[in-house]
């Protein structure tokens, strides 16, 4: 399970994000389906973020995005590219 890891993780060596498939609980975390593989082999379960989470702002913009994403994974290769994008759109 990967948990709070932050975007573009380089610890496995590939994850991917099923953002339109996110929950946000009542206490602002926001828990979505993961998978990848890392030393160890592939790996599947939920990542979550806290809403203290220095990232929480990015999964939460990403997240209201979910029409964009629908059947389709982020994968941390090109998350680079929507980290990106979120950085020009949001002081």
Known sequence: MAENASPGD?????????????KIREDGTIVMQA???NEHGIWDGYFSVPADSPDYKFW???VKQKDRWTGSWLTSEN???VLEEYSKTVD
Do not use: E, I, N
Request: glycine residues 10%; hydrophobic residues 30%; proline residues 5%.
């Open 10 to 22: 380089q610890s496995v060596c590939q994850t991917f994000y099923h953002p339109d498939l996110a």
């Open 35 to 37: 998978g990848g593989c």
């Open 60 to 62: 939460l913009w990403t």
């Open 79 to 81: 998350l680079r590219k």
